[in-house]
């Protein structure tokens, strides 16, 4: 199994199992779901371009929140980092949706799911103390 998908695995099981904590990561994650397993399998842009303007927002407010107070002190210059990268990301995924070819906004897309998943498998497990 390679390591994309094992960390998928990780985060599906996260969600399942009581979602980030964090109300911003669980009401980006609310949107972006469906999108990933449902309407990118199935090339449905029309479905993602639907979405997008919702789903930037959300992803917004996590970029507003900023380094959550859980992240350890260690971590916490590599999360910004991502996080600053993941605000990037959604100013292409937007204009990409609004006025983007299919491809570009399948790479789009992809670039903010990817960095938000990297941003959810840095924040501490429910109930960790790390």
Known sequence: MNLHVTAALALSALIVFGGFGIKE???????????????????????????????????????ALGVPKTIAAEKSEHFKKQLDEFAKALVKFSADAESGKDADLKTSYSAVHDLFEDLAHMLPRRGSKH
């Open 25 to 63: 990561y669980d009401a980006f994650h609310d949107v972006l779901h469906p999108l990933e397993h449902e309407a990118l399998p199935k090339g449905d842009f029309a479905r993602i371009r639907s979405q997008a303007k919702e789903l930037t927002k959300r992803g917004d407010a996590i970029v």
